[in-house]
């Protein structure tokens, strides 16, 4: 069976710092997708990223940063320089290859507090 | 862009009320999907609709169903809204690149 893990539940860093949000992953297929949501105050998911089980390159785009580790089943994100526009909570999620599409398994979210 | 549309951002019910949420998508998207969101326990699945007609159970059915009369169109119905249902609740709809997600209805139960 699928499941994603977020240990962290709450994370507080001051503005300027960097952060790295923890994703740890299960699944029995070769094939699937991991990706990340941010949820701001307004309550919308917004999609970041998504990532094959193929690709294990880092992904940087702007401040944001993700290291895809198959051996550790980890999909872990980094914001740099965090700014408090980043306070938000944020999903990992897991969407096997054979089921893709019709489910996803989402982790119980880190909340993210960056104070000015 | 893809949109999908939650017809309510918040929803105040009596408990024993029937209540309907609505959600909407404008891609042509065959698979969408209900989930509530709680506090701690993330985002569970509810339902979820491959085409028109077709529904699937989810992780947390009981108490729900749901209406697929239209590609475009996905509904979540509680059938005799309860004070444990009070929730944030998502509707999203799926391409090949991933969700997108409604803005979400609050629904309270009281």
């Known amino acids: 069976a699928q499941k994603v893990t977020q240990a962290q539940t709450e994370i507080s860093v001051v503005e300027k710092e960097d952060v790295t949000l923890d994703c740890v992953y299960e699944?029995?297929?070769?094939?699937?997708?991991l990706f990340w949501y941010k949820q701001p105050p307004s309550g919308e998911l917004v999609f970041l990223i998504r990532?094959?089980?193929?690709?294990?390159q880092n992904e940087i785009s702007g401040r944001y940063s993700w290291n895809f580790q198959k051996s550790t089943s980890s999909f872990n994100f980094t914001i740099t320089a965090s700014q408090v526009v980043d306070s938000a909570v944020y999903f990992c999620?897991?969407?096997?290859?054979?089921?893709?599409?019709?489910?996803?398994?989402f982790g119980p979210g880190t909340r993210l507090s960056v104070l000015p | 862009d893809v949109k999908v549309t939650q017809s309510s951002r918040y929803l105040v019910k009596r408990t024993g009320e029937k209540v309907f949420l609505e959600c909407v998508q404008d891609?042509?998207?065959?698979?969408m999907f209900w989930y509530r969101q709680d506090p701690g326990l993330g985002l569970r699945l509810i339902y979820f609709s491959y085409d028109v007609k077709m529904k699937e159970k989810g992780d947390i059915p009981e108490g729900y169903s749901v209406s697929r009369e239209k590609k475009e169109r996905f509904s979540l119905i509680l059938e005799s809204a309860s004070t444990n249902q009070t929730s944030m609740y998502l509707c999203?709809?799926?391409?090949?690149?991933?969700?997108?997600f409604g803005s979400g209805t609050r629904l309270t139960v009281v």
């Open positions: 999203a709809s799926a391409s090949n690149y991933g969700y997108t």
């Open positions: 990532r094959n089980s193929f690709d294990e």
């Open positions: 699944t029995r297929d070769t094939t699937y997708y």
């Open positions: 999620a897991l969407s096997e290859g054979r089921n893709y599409g019709q489910n996803f398994v």
């Open positions: 891609m042509d998207h065959e698979n």
